[in-house]
């Protein structure tokens, strides 16, 4: 009973009234939700998919700690670290019922699934998060998306089979970079003209691309899937796929969906995005990562606001008219200048910023069970992601580029649009 869902319960309610009917049986107080408990048919189902690093201490702890979601399965390709993940939950649980696989599939065809978290290295989430969808489940994934056609796609599934969806970010709970776009949005800058961006560098070095004997247990086969074959080597797995361009696209899209985010929040462009981009980067030659690992790009939107991202210290600021707001450094405090900016009071006629200041994990559970849209939904993503795959591509090309925000489309310019989607190894498709 402690793995079925609301959904399963009200299934099987016809068939079993009749018969439990005068049976006598005992129940746990922890069974009808007593003791500052909640009931087994009131808690949220998840499977995790993909139990990294950041896919165990992040999200599962975090969906661990929220009483009102159960953890049922983890999947893993890397046997090492899906145990890891099934001791957690185990332990958690005091129980030894958590169930494990290596195939994703089995985690999304699971009727016991209410939704799925999924922290797979970039070129896994729209796909399995598509299947997820179609399978009936509500979906947390990890940021960003490999692609601005995948990221269309996935939008357009979600809202086609009505499911909760929410990007896997902190920075909306973040107290300093809401009350930074909060202020922004109200005008206490003036009219911005220009937003700041730093985001880390990538590695000194190139990676060794010499081909290792594949660990034992690893399906490396399931973690290339829909990326083009390449040999094993531990330099491409884990940490380091964000440096391959097959499965990546460097920091600018692993830290900027982050700091990119809160550009767009507080220039009110979370449904757009800018017209042009000019980008130049350095890139390894020789060796296995090819993501630019520095990096200037400037852009432009459509009303003049330009925005400046550079490799750094992770920074965020809007500057504007009548002043300016940001931090250097992440999470670090707000700067003003004037300085009072910093103690201005929001009015409750003034636009007020949603935000869960629990985090993303707690917003998604929330909105599984209100069925409303999450702080950091599909189009949102979609759009902030957007950024930072032209401005790769304006890299990769020594080009700039105008863009159609509406279209999704480089303005006459046929290469730079062939670079918006990526063919999948088969037999995997969207």
Same mark, same amino acid.
């Given at each position: 009973? +402690?793995?079925?869902?609301?959904?399963?319960?009200?299934?099987?309610?016809? *068939?079993?009234?009749?018969?439990?009917? #005068?049976?006598?049986?005992?129940?746990?107080?922890? $069974?009808?939700?007593?003791?500052?408990?909640?009931?087994?048919?009131?808690?949220?189902?998840?499977?995790?998919? #993909?139990?990294?690093?950041?896919?165990?201490?992040?999200?599962?702890?975090?969906?661990?700690?929220?009483? &009102?979601?159960?953890?049922?399965?983890?999947?893993?390709?890397?046997?090492?670290?899906?145990?890891?993940? =099934?001791?957690?939950?185990?332990? /958690?649980?005091?129980?030894?019922?958590?169930?494990?696989?290596?195939?994703?599939? %089995?985690?999304?065809?699971?009727?016991?699934?209410?939704?799925?978290?999924?922290?797979?290295?970039?070129?896994? @989430?729209?796909?399995?998060?598509?299947?997820?969808?179609?399978?009936?489940?509500?979906?947390?994934?990890? /940021?960003?998306?490999?692609?601005?056609?995948?990221?269309?796609?996935?939008?357009?599934?979600? %809202?086609?089979?009505?499911?909760?969806?929410?990007?896997?970010?902190?920075?909306?709970?973040?107290?300093?970079?809401?009350?930074?776009?909060?202020?922004?949005?109200?005008?206490?800058?003036?009219?911005?003209?220009?937003?700041?961006? =730093?985001?880390?560098?990538?590695?000194?070095?190139?990676?060794?691309?010499?081909?290792?004997?594949?660990?034992? !247990?690893?399906?490396?086969?399931?973690?290339?899937?829909? $990326?083009?074959?390449?040999?094993?080597?531990?330099?491409?797995?884990?940490?380091?796929?964000?440096?391959?361009?097959?499965?990546?696209?460097?920091?600018?899209?692993?830290?900027?969906? @982050?700091?990119?985010?809160?550009?767009?929040?507080?220039?009110?462009? %979370?449904?757009? #995005?800018?017209?042009?981009?000019? !980008?130049?980067?350095? *890139?390894?030659?020789?060796?296995?990562?090819?993501? $630019?690992?520095?990096?200037?790009?400037?852009?432009?939107?459509?009303?003049?606001?330009?925005?400046?991202?550079?490799?750094?210290?992770?920074?965020?600021? *809007?500057? #504007? &008219? /009548? !002043?300016?707001?940001?931090?250097?450094?992440?999470?670090?405090?707000?700067?003003?200048?004037?300085?009072?900016?910093?103690?201005?009071?929001? !009015?409750?006629? =003034?636009?007020?910023? *949603?935000?869960?200041?629990?985090?993303?994990?707690?917003?998604?559970?929330?909105?599984?069970?209100?069925?409303?849209?999450?702080?950091?939904?599909?189009?949102?993503?979609?759009?902030?992601?957007?950024? $930072? @795959?032209? +401005?790769?591509?304006?890299?990769?090309?020594?080009?700039?580029?105008?863009?159609?925000?509406?279209?999704?489309?480089?303005?006459?310019?046929?290469?730079?649009?062939?670079?918006?989607?990526?063919?999948?190894?088969?037999?995997?498709?969207?």
């Amino acid at each position: 009973m +402690g793995k079925l869902t609301r959904r399963g319960l009200l299934k099987q309610a016809s *068939f079993a009234g009749a018969a439990v009917a #005068g049976f006598p049986y005992l129940v746990r107080p922890s $069974a009808v939700g007593a003791a500052g408990t909640v009931a087994p048919s009131e808690r949220i189902a998840m499977g995790f998919i #993909g139990t990294g690093g950041h896919g165990r201490d992040m999200n599962i702890r975090s969906f661990l700690a929220q009483d &009102d979601a159960q953890a049922v399965v983890v999947c893993d390709v890397d046997p090492q670290q899906m145990a890891m993940a =099934e001791m957690m939950v185990n332990d /958690k649980y005091g129980n030894k019922d958590c169930a494990t696989t290596q195939d994703w599939r %089995e985690v999304v065809a699971r009727a016991d699934i209410d939704a799925v978290m999924i922290s797979t290295p970039d070129h896994w @989430h729209v796909p399995i998060s598509i299947a997820a969808a179609r399978a009936g489940k509500d979906v947390e994934c990890e /940021k960003p998306t490999l692609t601005v056609e995948e990221g269309r796609a996935l939008v357009e599934t979600m %809202e086609r089979y009505n499911r909760v969806f929410q990007w896997s970010t902190e920075d909306r709970a973040v107290d300093v970079y809401h009350r930074m776009c909060e202020l922004v949005r109200n005008g206490r800058i003036g009219r911005v003209h220009t937003i700041r961006v =730093e985001l880390p560098a990538g590695p000194d070095s190139p990676g060794n691309p010499e081909p290792q004997p594949i660990p034992e !247990g690893f399906d490396y086969d399931m973690w290339l899937g829909p $990326a083009p074959w390449a040999p094993y080597t531990k330099d491409r797995i884990h940490w380091n796929f964000r440096w391959i361009w097959d499965y990546s696209g460097g920091m600018l899209t692993d830290w900027g969906a @982050h700091l990119l985010d809160g550009a767009q929040w507080g220039n009110n462009t %979370e449904h757009t #995005g800018p017209v042009e981009v000019e !980008g130049k980067g350095k *890139f390894h030659t020789g060796g296995l990562w090819d993501t $630019a690992y520095e990096y200037h790009l400037e852009y432009e939107y459509a009303d003049g606001v330009r925005l400046i991202i550079t490799s750094g210290n992770p920074s965020l600021r *809007f500057e #504007g &008219d /009548k !002043g300016w707001i940001g931090n250097r450094g992440w999470r670090a405090p707000l700067e003003a200048e004037p300085a009072s900016i910093l103690t201005s009071v929001i !009015g409750p006629d =003034e636009v007020r910023l *949603f935000t869960e200041p629990k985090g993303e994990q707690r917003n998604f559970v929330d909105c599984v069970k209100s069925r409303k849209a999450c702080y950091f939904p599909p189009e949102t993503g979609q759009r902030c992601f957007t950024i $930072a @795959h032209i +401005g790769n591509i304006s890299m990769r090309l020594g080009q700039k580029l105008r863009w159609d925000p509406q279209a999704e489309r480089f303005v006459d310019n046929d290469q730079a649009n062939r670079m918006l989607g990526r063919a999948m190894r088969s037999p995997w498709t969207l």
